[in-house]
């Protein structure tokens, strides 16, 4: 009986870690993390990866030293050709904004977010826009277990924007630091229409 037990355990907990999926949780960071932590950008069902640009980050080497880097980069507004866009698809009965959700591969502690129309975007060595907006962006705590990790999300308008994401990683022991990261969004084009019930409705047009 005590081994039938056991071996019900074990299968729950390996059904328990199946879960988890490709969540960053505690025990998946890593003692020591000496490359900057990558960002996807989820939006629905599309996602696109965050360019990384100028960052700063140090670790420590296990002999009482550190090592530390500083990259700078191209501004946001001249990357559009190293970018992969994230589409956006707004729900036709929702006046909502859709909703991004910023996965890191190691969760930082600080997020924060500015914005362009995609009109702004440029070549290199041309002057930029600085006319940027100020994005907010949404941290949602754990509610406690091992599961549970600190969450980011933003609103996404509907249409083409720059983003620039900045994110800090003050509270690890052996490594932190403050990495920018950057993407865009494109939309179709949509028109409006209504259904039997009057209700408004958008639809992409062909």
């Excluded at 091992?146 to 800090?168: H, I, K, N, S, W």
Aim: hydrophobic share 35%.
């Amino acid at each position: 009986m005590r081994k039938i037990l056991c071996a019900m355990l074990a299968v729950l907990c390996l059904a328990a870690l199946a879960g988890c999926g490709s969540k960053t949780v505690e025990s998946d960071v890593p003692e020591v993390l000496k490359t900057v932590p990558t960002l996807t950008v989820h939006c629905g069902e599309n996602s696109t990866e965050g360019l990384q640009g100028t960052h700063e980050w140090w670790y420590a080497n296990g002999d009482g030293t550190q090592t530390s880097f500083i990259a700078d980069s191209l501004h946001p507004l001249q990357c559009k050709e190293y970018m992969t866009p994230l589409t956006i698809q707004p729900s036709p009965y929702s006046a909502h904004l859709p909703q991004a959700r910023l996965e890191f591969s190691v969760v930082p502690d600080k997020v924060s977010a500015r914005s362009w129309s995609v009109d702004a975007f440029c070549s290199e060595g041309e002057p930029v826009d600085d006319g940027h907006y100020e994005v907010l962006v949404y941290t949602l705590e754990p509610e406690g277990g091992t599961e549970d990790v600190r969450q980011f999300y933003m609103e996404l308008p509907y249409g083409g924007y720059v983003y620039e994401v900045t994110a800090v990683w003050e509270s690890y022991e052996h490594f932190g630091g403050e990495v920018s990261y950057s993407f865009y969004t494109e939309a179709p084009m949509l028109r409006c229409t209504e259904d039997l019930c009057g209700y408004p409705l958008v639809e992409e047009m062909g």
